[in-house]
């Protein structure tokens, strides 16, 4: 079987760490997972090292909140340079918001779809995905994203900015961790991108967003503006 890490940023998110633990337990029995969280004023953090205690999670503290592109990006570092290697090392990176957005039982069936492809992301806007209590400018916001990042690009995938993918390892080896520019969700279309320019063969499975009910999205106008000029300078990387 091969070895899975699960990677979820945090910030703030008290009320949801402990139930999506549990809901990861019971949908993927041999979970590892690996926290980022970035001095969460509510003490997410300290919640994060009790938990650890009893389920297989590693936690790594940054000073302040510096976004969660650059999260992930310090954690996917760590893994590939084998700092969490006393788990083994792992063939597959999964990566989940803590929120409660992202169901955890859907893990197994992005597993078994990584038998045919090296990167596999979670999909809203293919027939099966949706998105359950988002409002009309919420939804509006990311069709205009998604559509907006796969006309400049040029990219064939239907949803880019979704934050629920499983990579496999030799992916994020390729995708030169040091060269990524993102602070906010931007991360998700230049990994895609970057995964996608590298020959990588890429799907889309469909999920259920669920809004999340606890806590306060992390989403402002700084990291949305970021999306529409960095997906330019991405497109003129080329
Ligand atoms: N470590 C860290 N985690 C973050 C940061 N910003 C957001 N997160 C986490 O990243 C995940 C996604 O953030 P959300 O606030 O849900 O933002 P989003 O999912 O892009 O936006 P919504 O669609 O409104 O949910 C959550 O688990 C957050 O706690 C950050 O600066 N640092
Ligand atoms: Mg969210």
Known sequence: MTRVFI???????????????????????DFK????DDNSPDGTGELAKKLAQTYPIKVLCRKEKAGLGTAYAYAFKKILAGE???????????????????????????IKETQNHDLVLGSRYIPG???????????????FGNI???????????????????????VLENIDLDSLSSVGYNFQIETTHKAHLAGH??????????ERKEGKSKINLPIILESFWRVLLLRFQK
């Not at 703030?12 to 633990?21: D, K, V, Y």
């Not at 597959?92 to 918001?97: G, N, P, S, T």
């Not at 907006?148 to 030799?170: E, I």
């Open 129 to 143: 995905g949706q998105i359950v209590n988002w409002n009309t400018a919420r939804r509006l916001l990311s069709r």
């Open 84 to 110: 969490f290697d006393d788990w083994g090392q792992p063939g597959l990176i999964v990566q989940m918001d803590a929120d409660l957005s992202h169901d955890p039982l859907v893990i197994p069936r992005m």
């Open 33 to 36: 997972m690996i926290v980022i």
């Open 201 to 210: 063969k890429i799907n889309e499975i469909p999920i259920t967003f669920t």
């Open 7 to 29: 990677v979820t940023p945090t910030y703030n998110e008290r009320g949801n760490l402990e139930e999506l633990i549990k809901r990861t337990a019971e949908a993927v029995p």
């Open 148 to 170: 907006y990042a796969r006309a400049v690009l040029g990219l064939p995938y239907r949803d880019l900015t979704g934050g629920f993918k499983c990579f496999k390892r030799h």
